[in-house]
């Protein structure tokens, strides 16, 4: 399995960012897609989650702000930030955990895409 994120960029604060998240390969079963959010020097941070019965939860930092969103019949979520703030400048990261049938679950990640908003 790969993800493939995309969509960071540099925008002022109270700008908009889409980020995307495509995942190829064999994908048994998706247990949930994830956000996470590492800035320079930080550990890495759970955005938001959304699990395959479509239950979200949602850093208290970003609700409001943030919506996540699958584009149904591909394996393509979205992050859509609006109201975006100088603190959510970070690295985003896309996160994918796979149910098998053995009932083990395998855990993948993007490569990351740079969000900078500057105030």
């Known amino acids: 399995v790969q993800l493939q994120a995309s969509g960071g960029g540099s925008v002022q604060a109270g700008g908009s960012l889409r980020l995307s998240c495509t995942a190829s390969?064999?994908?048994?079963?998706?247990?949930?897609i994830g956000w996470y959010r590492q800035g320079r020097g930080e550990q890495r941070d759970l955005v938001v989650v959304i699990n395959s019965g479509g239950r979200t939860n949602y850093a208290d930092s970003v609700k409001g702000r943030f919506t996540i969103f699958r584009d149904e019949g591909k394996n393509t979520w979205y992050l859509q930030m609006n109201s975006l703030k100088a603190e959510d400048t970070g690295t985003y990261y896309c996160?994918?955990?796979?149910?098998?049938?053995?009932?083990?679950?395998?855990?993948?990640w993007g490569q990351g895409t740079l969000v900078t908003v500057s105030s």
């Open positions: 996160n994918l955990k796979e149910g098998s049938w053995q009932g083990l679950e395998y855990e993948y």
């Open positions: 390969g064999n994908i048994f079963s998706i247990n949930a």
